[in-house]
């Protein structure tokens, strides 16, 4: 197991100039992996009941959609969500929070 995750970590470091940069790879994989991993752990310390059905949907629907919102909105707002002239890192910042409300909501509602 270590030798791939060291495998998979030294392959990655091969492409972190195409992202932009060290800073801009760590803010996309965090944006895209780390919320919907972090939210089952701490929503499901507060609740009474956490739901595991309710913790493999925020993750993978939460990847699912932090992907999408890169590409398709982040990246280049595909569908003219934000107007035309929002720059860049606004963007980002509104695809992210997209993705901690639906995380946060998946995960709720799966408690009730």
């Known amino acids: 197991m270590t030798l791939l995750v060291g495998t998979i970590v030294t392959i990655g470091a091969l492409f972190v100039a195409g992202f932009g940069g060290a800073f801009e790879a760590n803010k996309l994989l ?54 035309a002239d929002t720059i860049k890192e606004i963007r980002w910042a509104i695809a992210t929070l997209i993705e901690i409300v639906f995380c946060f909501a998946v995960f709720i509602i799966s408690g009730k």
């Open 30 to 83: 965090a944006g895209i992996f780390a919320v919907p991993m972090i939210v089952p752990v701490i929503v499901g310390v507060l609740m009474a009941k956490p739901q595991p059905w309710g913790a493999l949907v925020t993750l993978f629907g939460g990847v699912i959609l932090g992907f999408l919102m890169h590409f398709f909105f982040a990246e280049k707002d595909v569908f003219n969500l934000a107007g």
